[in-house]
């Protein structure tokens, strides 16, 4: 049932990201041809102060998520209610903490923008985008039930539905109207509709949710959960300064249009990222179950592999985004929208080390080593702030993605998978910095071997050239290097097995 689970997870998670990338491509052509590249870098503007707002969302729902692993594997209903009830209460006061942090904020907006170039109702936009953000809180906390109980393909398939019919209509908009007012409006009409029919879900899976809800933690059960709550904590805060502050350096020392040819890369990179992400997301669940019931030695053995699939998937889009992406943007906006290679270099490398720490962010989160270094995070956001700052002032951009690799680099990227191998697989980590570095080699090898041979032209028959050399180099590389090692052979045997099964079904269907 946990790869039953996790499989559908996985396809239901990547269909949507599908459906994104198409539809998030042609909203933000839309955007840049009706309202100009001015409010593309507003809204990457907004989308990262408003993440610096989570902050109080406190680590909530990977707490909550993580304490509801073993009540829903033993099926304690009351202690299922308990943890749902202090998430309800906890999410209706980080909402309305949100908005009052938002409202502070407000009358100070004007003045994080470097340039002068003019965007209307900028007051009203900013409004429009913490409504937006606000409304969730009031509704998400539900959701919890179905990521821990392994569902989370149930929320993905709603989600796809509404993707497609809020981007088209927000691409008629933009065309008809060209008002970007009406287009956040919009925005906030079917976050809320959306949000209302996956509680509604959620009433139907699981009945007693909807239940009159009473139900408490005792003081031990209380004491454990802010105990973690805490430490992760401090993790979000780390987690939103390193992703959060890079458009707000960037549009306070650069401008706003650097903003906006930034966020170009990033709805490409960060599309790409959550599609990958989705994959292994979807395997928390399955993964917070394995460790309240398996022996270490299975434990571990699945860490490699995730880490094994992490290395390969991420070494090869970053392989695919060093070459295409700017032939693509050429072709999609035009040679003014690129950056060069200094730039790119630093925004793939962050790309690269944020993905290969997923495999130990999935076991410090599923294995509940929240307290473990718990004060690393705010270093790690302190260093990111400042080396940040420093560097955008002598090398421009590269310097603000350069400060986030650091800061990763002298935080998370060693001390995590410590922590992980000392007191869950209770051995020895230079096996997996050793591994690091090698995936490391072999990507960089791959991006060589690959632009020796791809000149980078931007016509369309030379970008499909590359996209060939791209994905047949590096799968070939990795290959004759892993092809006999125990994570590749596992993986492919899993494969095999699906495609058997989809197989015999399809012959089953034919028969009947």
């Given at each position: 049932?946990?790869?039953?689970?996790?499989?559908?997870?996985?396809f239901f998670g990547l269909t949507g990201?599908?459906?994104?990338?198409?539809?998030?491509?042609?909203?933000?052509?839309?955007?840049?041809?009706?309202?100009?590249?001015?409010?593309?870098?507003?809204?990457?503007?907004?989308?990262?102060?408003?993440?610096?707002?989570?902050?109080?969302?406190?680590?909530?729902?990977?707490?909550?998520?993580?304490?509801?692993?073993?009540?829903?594997?033993?099926?304690?209903?009351?202690?299922?209610?308990?943890?749902?009830?202090?998430?309800?209460?906890?999410?209706?006061?980080?909402?309305?903490?949100?908005?009052?942090?938002?409202?502070?904020?407000?009358?100070?907006?004007?003045?994080?923008?470097?340039?002068?170039?003019?965007?209307?109702?900028l007051n009203v936009i900013y409004l429009?985008?913490?409504?937006?953000?606000?409304?969730?809180?009031?509704?998400?906390?539900?959701?919890?039930?179905?990521?821990?109980?392994?569902?989370?393909?149930?929320?993905?398939?709603?989600?796809?539905?509404?993707?497609?019919?809020?981007?088209?209509?927000?691409?008629?908009?933009?065309?008809?109207?060209?008002?970007?007012?009406?287009?956040?409006?919009?925005?906030?009409?079917?976050?809320?509709?959306?949000?209302?029919?996956?509680?509604?879900?959620?009433?139907?899976?699981?009945?007693?949710?909807?239940?009159?809800?009473?139900?408490?933690?005792?003081?031990?059960?209380?004491?454990?959960?802010?105990?973690?709550?805490?430490?992760?904590?401090?993790?979000?805060?780390?987690?939103?300064?390193?992703?959060?502050?890079?458009?707000?350096?960037?549009?306070?020392?650069?401008?706003?249009?650097?903003?906006?040819?930034?966020?170009?890369?990033?709805?490409?990179?960060?599309?790409?990222?959550?599609?990958?992400?989705?994959?292994?997301?979807?395997?928390?669940?399955?993964?917070?179950?394995?460790?309240?019931?398996?022996?270490?030695?299975?434990?571990?053995?699945?860490?490699?592999?995730?880490?094994?699939?992490?290395?390969?998937i991420y070494g090869l889009c970053t392989?695919?985004?060093?070459?295409?992406?700017?032939?693509?943007?050429?072709?999609?906006?035009?040679?003014?929208?690129?950056?060069?290679?200094?730039?790119?270099?630093?925004?793939?490398?962050?790309?690269?080390?944020?993905?290969?720490?997923?495999?130990?962010?999935?076991?410090?989160?599923?294995?509940?080593?929240?307290?473990?270094?718990?004060?690393?995070?705010?270093?790690?956001?302190?260093?990111?702030?400042?080396?940040?700052?420093?560097?955008?002032?002598?090398?421009?951009?590269?310097?603000?993605?350069?400060?986030?690799?650091?800061?990763?680099?002298?935080?998370?990227?060693?001390?995590?998978?410590?922590?992980?191998?000392?007191?869950?697989?209770?051995?020895?980590?230079?096996?997996?910095?050793?591994?690091?570095?090698?995936?490391?080699?072999?990507?960089?090898?791959?991006?060589?071997?690959?632009?020796?041979?791809?000149?980078?032209?931007?016509?369309?028959?030379?970008?499909?050239?590359?996209?060939?050399?791209?994905?047949?180099?590096?799968?070939?590389?990795?290959?004759?290097?892993?092809?006999?090692?125990?994570?590749?052979?596992?993986?492919?045997?899993?494969?095999?097995?699906?495609?058997?099964?989809?197989?015999?079904?399809?012959?089953?269907?034919?028969?009947?």
């Amino acid at each position: 049932m946990r790869i039953q689970n996790s499989i559908k997870n996985i396809f239901f998670g990547l269909t949507g990201q599908f459906i994104s990338i198409f539809m998030g491509f042609a909203v933000r052509t839309a955007l840049i041809y009706t309202l100009g590249i001015e409010y593309t870098g507003i809204d990457g503007l907004f989308t990262s102060i408003l993440i610096m707002l989570s902050l109080a969302n406190l680590g909530f729902d990977t707490a909550i998520i993580y304490s509801l692993y073993k009540p829903l594997a033993s099926n304690d209903i009351q202690k299922i209610k308990a943890f749902m009830n202090l998430y309800q209460k906890a999410y209706r006061i980080i909402g309305l903490i949100v908005f009052l942090l938002g409202m502070i904020l407000y009358p100070f907006i004007p003045n994080l923008i470097h340039d002068e170039q003019a965007v209307n109702h900028l007051n009203v936009i900013y409004l429009l985008f913490l409504v937006n953000s606000v409304s969730s809180y009031y509704f998400v906390y539900k959701q919890a039930i179905i990521i821990a109980d392994q569902k989370s393909y149930i929320i993905s398939k709603i989600h796809n539905h509404f993707i497609i019919i809020s981007n088209i209509i927000q691409i008629l908009i933009l065309l008809i109207t060209k008002n970007y007012i009406l287009l956040l409006s919009f925005q906030v009409f079917i976050r809320i509709i959306e949000n209302v029919y996956i509680v509604r879900k959620v009433h139907t899976l699981y009945p007693f949710i909807k239940e009159k809800n009473d139900v408490q933690l005792n003081r031990k059960e209380k004491k454990v959960f802010y105990k973690n709550l805490y430490a992760l904590f401090l993790y979000k805060v780390s987690g939103v300064v390193i992703n959060g502050t890079d458009n707000i350096i960037i549009a306070k020392y650069v401008g706003i249009v650097q903003v906006g040819i930034y966020s170009n890369y990033l709805l490409i990179i960060s599309t790409l990222s959550t599609f990958i992400s989705h994959i292994f997301y979807s395997l928390n669940s399955s993964v917070g179950n394995l460790v309240v019931t398996e022996e270490i030695e299975k434990k571990y053995f699945l860490f490699r592999v995730i880490h094994f699939a992490n290395f390969w998937i991420y070494g090869l889009c970053t392989v695919l985004i060093w070459n295409l992406i700017n032939p693509f943007i050429i072709i999609w906006l035009g040679e003014e929208y690129i950056f060069n290679k200094l730039i790119l270099f630093s925004i793939l490398l962050n790309f690269l080390t944020t993905g290969m720490q997923n495999a130990s962010t999935t076991y410090r989160e599923t294995t509940g080593l929240f307290n473990k270094g718990k004060y690393r995070p705010i270093i790690a956001a302190l260093i990111n702030i400042i080396v940040s700052v420093i560097l955008v002032q002598f090398i421009g951009i590269s310097g603000v993605f350069i400060g986030t690799v650091i800061s990763r680099l002298c935080t998370y990227f060693w001390y995590d998978p410590l922590i992980i191998y000392k007191y869950i697989f209770k051995r020895s980590v230079r096996g997996y910095f050793m591994k690091y570095v090698t995936y490391l080699m072999l990507i960089f090898i791959s991006i060589s071997m690959t632009e020796a041979i791809y000149s980078g032209s931007h016509s369309s028959i030379n970008i499909v050239f590359g996209t060939i050399i791209s994905l047949f180099i590096p799968n070939l590389l990795f290959y004759i290097v892993f092809r006999k090692s125990e994570e590749f052979i596992y993986i492919l045997k899993i494969a095999i097995s699906l495609l058997k099964k989809r197989k015999n079904k399809m012959v089953e269907e034919k028969i009947i």
